[in-house]
């Protein structure tokens, strides 16, 4: 959660500083300040890249920790049967 939040922030950072890049650049544009354009969007491109691979892990980290609750939910249930028969049992 904390590595998709910097990633965002980051990328936000990022779309600004283009944002300002193209607002002041109003009386032509250098080769060497497209160049830096070019270079910005493709490191915003990799952050968004960076975003979407984190949030398909934190949606595969989030389906795994399902499964293991519903697998302690069930030893829960089972150890509790198992108690009841033993105390049946005058164990």
């Avoid at 990633?7 to 890049?21: D, K, T």
């Avoid at 544009?29 to 949030?55: D, F, G, I, P």
């Amino acid at each position: 959660m904390v590595k998709i939040k910097k990633a965002l922030n980051a990328g936000i950072m990022v779309v600004l500083f283009a944002s300002l890049m193209g607002i002041t650049a109003c009386s032509g544009v250098s080769e060497e300040q497209m160049a830096e354009l070019e270079a910005l969007r493709s490191e915003v491109k990799a952050l968004e890249k960076e975003v979407n691979s984190l949030k398909s892990e934190k949606a595969a980290l989030e389906k795994e920790i399902a499964e293991k609750n519903a697998k302690l939910d069930e030893c829960a249930k089972t150890k509790a049967e198992t108690k009841k028969n033993l105390e049946k049992l005058g164990m």
